[in-house]
């Protein structure tokens, strides 16, 4: 089921294909075929436009407009361009303005009304599966805001991959290994015993605290250090003592992971960096094979194309440290080659996207270099890395609280309702209304955690962004409560038509209305924004999207009787309402909001 917009690029494209010459067509074909039809600059003109015959004027030397004239004809030469099109017109030197048929716009209507997916197409089952690396917090470390834009931000684009029919593996990749446990755990041995035994129970306040002194004193004790770089020997060596202590440690820290995760209704697969470590030793042992790591002073390493310091030296990906140990960099290599690889050793993953902030921007630019140089892609296979900006607080500085301690998860989430639901209380009480408890709850746990959710999504991810309660919970503006509260709107006008008539969805809708049509137009690019996503990782659209949906919305709603029309227009009404309806709804799910009735 191809949507307007497939259906017109698939048009072009095979216009395309067409009119280059023989030899110039595959190499000249890929490059060309890539966004062949964008949106209309100017919506008076046209639903959509095509600048391709100014491109090919170029490669041919040739007048643009005369090509357009010549595009335009063998365009036509396939009769289903006119059920799509009302017209093709050419503007300026060779632009080509395309208007969509009214009859088209209805059928599709129709169709993406009763469509689940309104109207999303399905990917080919062959398609590969998709890893999403997000979340990832640290054992024995709290979660932070990084951690919750990565959760957020991960948990959007893996519900966006599964609408279109992806099978997605979402993981988290939790920092469970390494250096950090080995001074924990002798911290602990020293000072509070106790809590590596399985009768303890600490929590995790108390394991970062510990963590903590424990850093301090691996900084400043030489005997500690000592002690500390042996307990990890052990840990890695799997010592049944060392691995109890471990356990131990990580079940509490996932404790608190997991209460976050539901209280932001995130799934997700914990597969922590613990899991590679029987494959670190070949990775290394390959890439020295392979001679792409050399030793340097006592590392092994890559040095890396194309990244270099400020004296012009390469930098170098470390692989295996002086002491035998392995890091970071190591794990994740082993990471993508295992997630990359064929089942059972591995996931047979087609595409591996990674969540993080843009701190790690070169890591992973070495992690995705070395495993390119070791043949560890697969063809069609790709890598991305995902990164996001800061959170700042209002001040454009880090998020702090007043006392100028770092903010934990878990407060933020819960001063967020809080004040949701202040605010609710005091909508209901100048409304005049009685609610109950329970109804006061739910709508401002989903206001408060939406609202949340939406500010991160609805930022472009890459610049930083300031984190304020006033703006996120504000009813007007492009925040979660407006858009759920243009729902809501919608939900009103359908409980009220419920007991007026039943609404029926026939072909016999029409509209004459430009508020009308601009909504149906509106409606019809959801699909557009849902690949656009697919494509550059941007949830950010969708928020846009859904903003301007709403806007138009309340236009047409403000501008048109609904209730107080005919029956037949309605009707017709009554279609926009209730796809505006499914798509609000569907959106929000597609960034992990909650939806309201009533608010
Ligand atoms: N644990 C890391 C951190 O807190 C994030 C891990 C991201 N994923 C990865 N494969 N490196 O910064």
Known sequence: MLSIYQKLTKIFENTLKESLEINQKNNLYNKLSLNLITQSSREDLGDYQSNICMILSKIYEKNPHQIAEEFISLIEKNKNIFKICSSLDIAGPGFINIKLSEN????????????????????????????????????????????????????????VFEIRGYEVIRLNHVGDWGTQFGMLITHLKDVYPEALES?????????????????????????????????????????PSSISAW??????????????????????????????????????????????????????????????????DKLPLIIQKKDGGFNYATTDLAALKYRFSEPPNGDGAGRIIYVTDQGQSNHFAGVFQVAK???WIPENCSVEHVPFGLVQGIDGKKLKTREGETIKLKDLLKESVKRAKKDLINRISEEQRTENDNFIANTSNVI????????????????????????????????????????????????????????????????????????????LRFDEVIMSIEKDLMPNRLCNYLFELCQIFNRFYDQLPILKAEPKTMNSRMVLCTLTEKTLRLSLYLLGIETLERM
């Open 104 to 159: 088209i716009l209805l059928e599709e209507l129709i169709k993406n009304t009763k469509c689940p997916r309104n109207g999303i197409s399905l990917v080919d089952k062959e398609n590969k599966k998709i890893v999403i690396d997000f979340s990832s917090p640290n054992i024995a470390k709290e979660m932070h805001v990084g951690h919750l834009r990565s959760t957020i931000i991960g948990d959007s684009l893996a519900r």
């Open 199 to 239: 009768r303890a129970n600490i929590n995790i306040g108390d394991l970062v605290e510990f963590y903590k002194a424990s850093k301090k004193r691996f900084d400043n004790e030489e005997e500690f250090q000592k002690k500390a770089r042996a307990e990890v020997v052990r840990l890695q060596k799997g010592d």
């Open 247 to 312: 356990r131990i440690l990580c079940s509490e820290s996932r404790k608190e992971f997991n209460s976050i995760y539901s209280t932001l209704n995130i799934q997700i697969n914990e597969r922590g960096e613990s899991f590679y470590n029987p494959y670190l030793e070949s990775v290394v042992k390959e890439l020295e094979l392979k001679n792409i790591s050399v030793e340097d002073q006592g590392a092994k390493c890559v040095f890396l194309d194309g990244m270099s310091n400020k004296e012009g």
């Open 373 to 375: 140089k070791a043949k």
């Open 448 to 523: 408060g955690i939406g609202s949340v959710k939406y500010a991160d999504l609805s930022q472009n991810r890459i610049t930083n962004y300031q984190f304020s309660f006033d703006k996120m919970l504000a009813m007007n503006g492009n925040t979660a409560p407006y858009i759920l509260y243009s729902l809501v709107r919608i939900s009103g006008i359908k409980r009220k038509i419920k007991n007026a008539r039943k609404e029926e969805i026939n072909e016999k809708i029409y509209f004459n209305e430009d508020s009308e049509w601009n909504l149906i137009k509106k409606l």
